[in-house]
C-alpha cells in the first residue's frame, strides 16, 4: 500500500525574530535566502513553515534523516526530493501551510475564499466550467469558484507543468463525485477536496486511496522533531 500523508500548520504571525532566525538554520540554504528576500513576513513564514512540514513528515513517516533531505526544482520549479523515492507537494494561503508527502507524484492547491472579479474565471476556466459556474445559484458562486480553481492547481502542480499547460484544455465537472477531462492527455488522476473554514483545499493523486484527513500540526512540534527542543 502507497503510504502517503497530509498535514496543515497555521502560520504564527506573532514569532518573534530569534525563533524565526532559529527556525532558518534547520531549511535549505536556498529557502533561507528566499525567505530572507520575501518583502512581507508572512511570505517567509509560508515557505519556512513548508520546509520544516516536508521535514517532519519525511523524519517521521519515512525515517529520512535530516541531513540527508536535499531539495532540487526541475526545469518547471516543482521542487523535489534529491535521490529520494517520495514525492511532496506544497501550497500556502491566508493562515495555512499545508503539505502532502507520497510514494506517488501528488499535487496540493489551498485558497483562503475571498472575493473575487469573476471575470478571472472567463480568463481560467474553460466553457463548459464557466456555464456551471453561472448556472450556480448567487450565493454558491464564490465557493464554486474556488473549488475549480483548487481543483486546477492541484492537477497543474501534480503534473508540474506550471504555466505550460493551455487552460481551456482542462475541464473539470464537480458533482456527487469530480471528473476532470484532459483533451491533451491520457492519465485520470483522482481528486479530494478538505472542509477547512473559509478555504478550499484540493489535492490531486493518481492513488484513489490518498489519505482522508489532514493532520494539524504546531511549530513547536515540527521545531522539536527536526531541529531537537533547543
Ligand atoms: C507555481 C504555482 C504552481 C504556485 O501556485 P500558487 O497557488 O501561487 O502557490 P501555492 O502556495 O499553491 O504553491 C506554492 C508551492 O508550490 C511549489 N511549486 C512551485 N512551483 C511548482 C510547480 N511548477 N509545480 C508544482 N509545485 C510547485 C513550491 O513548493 C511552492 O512553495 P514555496 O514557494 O514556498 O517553495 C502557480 O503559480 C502556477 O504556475 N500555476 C499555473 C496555473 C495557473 O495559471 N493557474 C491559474 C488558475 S487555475
Redesign the pocket.
Known amino acids: 500500500m502507497c503510504k502517503n500523508f497530509i498535514y496543515l500548520a497555521k502560520i504564527d504571525l506573532q514569532l518573534g525574530q530569534d525563533a524565526y532566525d532559529g527556525l532558518l538554520q534547520i531549511i535549505s540554504e536556498e ?1 533561507r535566502q ?1 525567505c530572507k528576500r520575501f518583502m512581507f513576513r508572512e511570505d517567509a513564514l ?2 519556512l513553515y ?2 520544516l512540514m516536508l521535514r517532519y513528515m519525511l523524519m517521521q513517516h519515512f525515517s529520512i534523516r535530516h541531513e540527508d533531505i536535499q531539495l532540487l ?1 526541475d526545469e ?4 523535489y526530493l534529491k535521490g529520494l523515492p517520495v514525492h511532496f ?5 491566508g493562515d495555512y501551510v499545508v503539505c502532502a508527502v507520497s510514494e506517488q507524484p501528488v ?5 483562503r475564499i475571498k472575493e473575487v472579479d469573476f471575470k478571472l474565471a472567463e480568463r ?1 476556466f474553460c466553457k463548459s466550467e464557466y456555464r456551471d459556474l453561472f448556472a450556480r445559484e448567487e450565493i454558491r458562486r464564490l465557493d464554486y469558484f474556488f473549488s475549480l ?1 483548487t481543483l ?2 492541484s492537477y ?2 501534480w503534473l ?4 505550460s ?1 493551455p ?1 481551456d484544455s482542462i475541464a473539470f465537472k464537480i458533482g456527487s463525485e469530480i471528473s476532470m477531462i484532459d483533451t491533451c492527455r491520457s492519465a485520470r488522476p483522482f481528486f479530494k477536496q478538505f472542509p477547512i473554514d473559509g478555504y478550499k483545499l484540493s489535492l490531486c493523486s493518481m492513488n484513489a486511496g490518498f489519505a482522508d484527513d489532514i493532520k494539524e500540526i504546531s511549530l513547536e512540534e515540527m521545531k522539536f522533531f527536526t531541529q531537537g527542543d533547543n
Open positions: 529557502n528566499r509560508r515557505t513548508g520546509e526544482k518547471s520549479g516543482k521542487p507537494n506544497i501550497s500556502h494561503s499535487g496540493i492547491d489551498i485558497e481560467y480553481w486546477k492547481e497543474l502542480k508540474g507543468t506550471g504555466m499547460v487552460l
